[in-house]
């Protein structure tokens, strides 16, 4: 993952917690870096290390952190400078999700070692979606949904995730039901 997931999930715990608490983390995780470079890829193994080291170190569910590190994921891009991004995939919450592989082929053209998931999304109704996530990395399912909640705060909409399970017992595909209020 590039270093700018990192250096969120760096905030993440110094905002919620403390600078004192993320050195203790970055210890447990094994953590050399003084900072993170956001530009340059790391491996994923540092990330999954640190969610670990903070699920360890804060008693806390390492699905709940990835939850919550989703919906901090959103805010923390458009403070960094990439709302543009966000902007130009879509001025709706329907548009956005609809946009997802082309923000992250945009994003690519800069990110060149960017391995970005793939989505779908069909409508079920007027205010519900089947949301598929396809991805190399596993064990990212709360992210995801963390992620479509932050994107509710953004678009300042009530959204519902439900997670539904594998698609054909494929543990790189999932599939969410996805509600919203307009």
């Not at 690519?108 to 598929?132: M, N």
């Amino acid at each position: 993952m590039y270093g700018l997931v990192n250096k969120a999930a760096q905030d993440f715990v110094i905002e919620g917690h403390g600078e004192e608490v993320w050195q203790i983390i970055k210890t447990k995780a094994g953590v050399d870096e003084v900072a993170f470079v956001s530009m340059q890829p790391y491996p994923d193994e540092i990330t999954y290390n640190i969610v670990g080291a903070a699920s360890e170190h804060l008693g806390a569910n390492p699905d709940d952190i990835l939850e919550a590190f989703g919906q901090y994921w959103i805010k923390f891009t458009m403070e960094e400078g990439y709302s543009h991004v966000l902007d130009l995939a879509g001025r709706t919450f329907p548009e956005f999700l609809n946009n997802l592989n082309n923000m992250h082929a945009h994003i690519a053209q800069s990110f060149t070692e960017l391995k970005p998931p793939t989505f779908f999304c069909e409508t079920i109704d007027a205010h519900t979606f089947k949301f598929e996530y396809h991805t190399e990395r596993p064990g990212l399912v709360r992210f995801v949904k963390g992620l479509l909640l932050g994107l509710g705060e953004r678009f300042k909409i009530t959204v519902g995730v439900e997670y539904i399970g594998t698609i054909d017992g494929n543990e790189n595909s999932h599939e969410y039901r996805v509600t919203y209020n307009s």
